[in-house]
């Protein structure tokens, strides 16, 4: 039999603990116990339940604007330069696969006057601040001429109340 060296078996033997813990839900990937604390797992549902609230109050805001809103389905591949369709993403809650984890979140559409529409990409995020590579994404984006602008959501508390505030990506970031 092989010697396993100590910090690998001080890594096992957490992994076994956690695995008989209470306090850890464990499932097992390729024979490896993968544990994450339940409260956490519990932070996360509901972290998740509320973006997906959010997401949902600036879709209606944007139409109460009297824009045109749709989930945008696409995304950019910085390496080929080019626009892509979004990889679908597996959502274990639902036991199914879950289109529409394109960026940004959504495409705005507006008429403005004969034969000229403002196209706008709005990415929602509840603390308002993006990635280094969505900034990079928002930058292709507006160079390329895909959008006119691009906006990101941001959750602003009033009292008891959450409120929609829009930042222009340009303003604050810039063309990067």
Not at 123 to 131: D, F
Request: charged share 40%.
């Amino acid at each position: 039999m092989e010697k396993v060296k100590k910090e690998n078996k001080e890594k096992i033997m957490e992994m076994i603990k956690k695995a008989g813990s209470e306090e850890y839900e464990t499932s097992w990937d390729r024979g490896i116990p993968k544990s994450k604390k339940k409260s956490e797992i519990k932070k996360g549902k509901s972290s998740k339940a509320r973006g997906t609230k959010f997401e949902l109050k600036v879709r209606r805001d944007l139409e109460d604007k009297g824009r045109i809103v749709d989930k945008w389905s696409n995304n950019v591949d910085l390496e080929l330069g080019k626009i892509i369709i979004a990889k679908r993403k597996y959502n274990p809650f639902k036991k199914m696969l879950v289109v529409g984890t394109g960026f940004p979140d959504f495409i705005s559409i507006k008429h403005v006057h004969e034969g000229l529409y403002s196209v706008i990409g709005v990415e929602v995020k509840m603390n308002g601040i993006l990635s280094k590579i969505e900034k990079e994404k928002c930058a292709w984006y507006l160079q390329k001429g895909i959008f006119s602008q691009i906006w990101i959501a941001k959750a602003v508390r009033k009292g008891r109340k959450i409120e929609v505030e829009y930042i222009d990506f340009e303003e604050k970031y810039g063309l990067q």
